[in-house]
């Protein structure tokens, strides 16, 4: 059946298990949701269970659901790399072929250079580093120089850390499009500059809500661009549209927290419109993968599935709802990053008369290749779509 309405929520990093060729990413044995699991015995998400989540794959000792009200299953990931970039792109229908650029030991001395003389501002840092012991280690030294605290990490990203009263937030914005600018060359391309901007006291850092992300165009249309040319409405709740650099988007709501992305969801879900809403939930990445917090992840888990019945309410007969995710980001593998991982899907209408699954998928892109099916716009060309499954 055609849904009038179509609403992707992406769980980020909320990976289901390791691709097969996770070993070659450092990955082997990953699974973000079975290792949270098992850190946190008493997790609790009967919602998402109903719903056909422990049905996808063993996580813990969950028995599979009788009769699940969601179709389910997996995704693999066909990109190169384990991006959230990657992982969105492929999601819209686009296949990364080439890896972003990572800069391991740092970024060359010419890219600093000219960064440091076109901001008037010195660089500190310049290492991979997680984005809070870079504060520690840091901000002191930021808020009495002034200077940038430059970091990357495993992900094609130059970071930018400044005090907000040290360095106003437009000052930083204004540095990071300098920085998006020096960066499109093909020897320092990354795939994104982010705005770290904290406020506190030494001991006591903390990032604030004001992170702006500068990414690079999609190299080719998306499953958004269709939509969007169609006369469609494509609505973006959270970072997708920094993801996307706007390409598609036709209203963009920036979020601050997972609890203010579900909100600004359940109000988009309240408006009537045509076409489809694109949240992404960043907290699950930023606040606990990376931090390798499983106790912290599991909660905001549970928060989530608490909200499931309120986002369920919301939906009438012509909408689908489907929630997956990017990438995993297991909490407790060895590093601080991404890993290499199948995501899940749970595809639900209040129109269906039960679940289903819907298998193993060979890329994310079959989920873009099923929206372009629903409204009848033109594909990427990858991806198969399930919609014929959907009744």
Known sequence: MAFRRITVIVLDSVGIGELPDAASYGDKGAHTLGHIAAAAPDLQLPNLRKLGLANIAPIGDWPEESAPTAYYGKMAEISAGKDTMTGHWELMGLKVSKPFRTFPNGFPDALIAAFEAETGRPVIGNKPASGTEILDELGEEQMRSGAWIVYTSADSVF?????????????????????????????????????????????????TPNRHDYALKPPQPTVLNALKQGGFEVAAVGKINDIFSGEGITRAIPTKSNAHGIEATLEQLGRSFEGLLFTNLVDFDSLYGHRRDPAGYARALEAFDRAVPRLLERLGPDDLLVITADHGNDPVHAGTDHTREYVPVLAYSPSFAAGGSLGVRDTYADLAATIADNFKVKGTGIGSSFLSVLH
């Open 159 to 207: 970071q930018i850390a400044a005090h907000e009263d040290v360095i106003p937030l437009e000052e930083l914005y204004n540095g990071c499009r300098i920085a998006r600018r020096l960066t499109l060359k093909d020897e320092f391309s990354v795939g994104r500059v982010i705005a770290r901007p904290y406020i506190g006291k030494p001991g006591a850092f903390e990032r």
